[in-house]
């Protein structure tokens, strides 16, 4: 599956924060810097990679470029990644969300897909409760599901994750944004795995979504092919 692991971050000489130049809001009393790595640290553990951040500081009159760790640290962009362990509770399980973000990971990295799932929807449950169903942190957590549905094979959760996911962030980020195509893209792909039977009642719903998401001219060529697989004419 496609993922964004690189980002731009934008710090105004008043401390106002834009992260690939969405909004973000600084709580009072807190450095910018430190809500880019809260906000980034939960994809480094969805995927257990490094994400690299490039940062323009307009207080300092800097640019560098620096990567969030999985573990929620940040290094200098280029150094070779460490690989801690994930600290555990009392009772030998990761003790927080980033933590038991990242131990789910690696269960679907070693294809434990059972236990990967229900400790993804445990974290996308909390998520949700907490920040919101459109929160980005839980969007994150959602794509990890979603992604944990495409590789074990659950392409029509996949197909209707992605669809979502595609539709909030365009909600979130407005047109023309990287995380949206990538959405659509995904949920595309995902639906072409479907059997004839599963996949024709989220067709409407997938064609929709992309005519929405993007100019018809950009998805003309998947939508073709999505009338193709239906047996329906082309215009």
Known sequence: MNTSTRYQVHISRDGQLHIDNEPHVVPDGVDPSQVVVQVLHIE??????????????????????????????????????????????????????????????????????????????????????????????TLEAAQFRADLAYLSGEFTFATASW????????????????????????????????PPHEAGPLAADLVNMLMEVAAPERTATIRAQIAQRLGQPTN
């Open 44 to 137: 480094a553990a969805g995927s257990a990679q490094p994400v690299l951040v490039q940062v323009q500081d307009e207080r300092t009159a800097t640019r560098f470029d620096m990567q969030v760790m999985p573990d929620g640290t940040t290094q200098a962009a280029g150094t070779p990644p460490a690989a801690p362990l994930p600290a555990t509770s009392a009772t030998g399980q990761p003790s927080s969300l980033y933590e038991r973000l990242a131990a789910a990971q690696a269960a679907g990295r070693a294809h434990d897909f059972d236990t990967a799932i229900v400790a993804a929807d445990d974290i996308l449950q909390q998520l949700t409760a907490e920040q919101g169903d459109t929160a980005a942190a």
């Open 163 to 194: 669809t979502w996911l595609a539709l909030a962030w365009f909600d979130r980020l407005g047109p023309g944004k990287r995380r949206t195509q990538i959405a659509a893209q995904n949920a595309a792909q995902a639906w072409m795995h479907l």
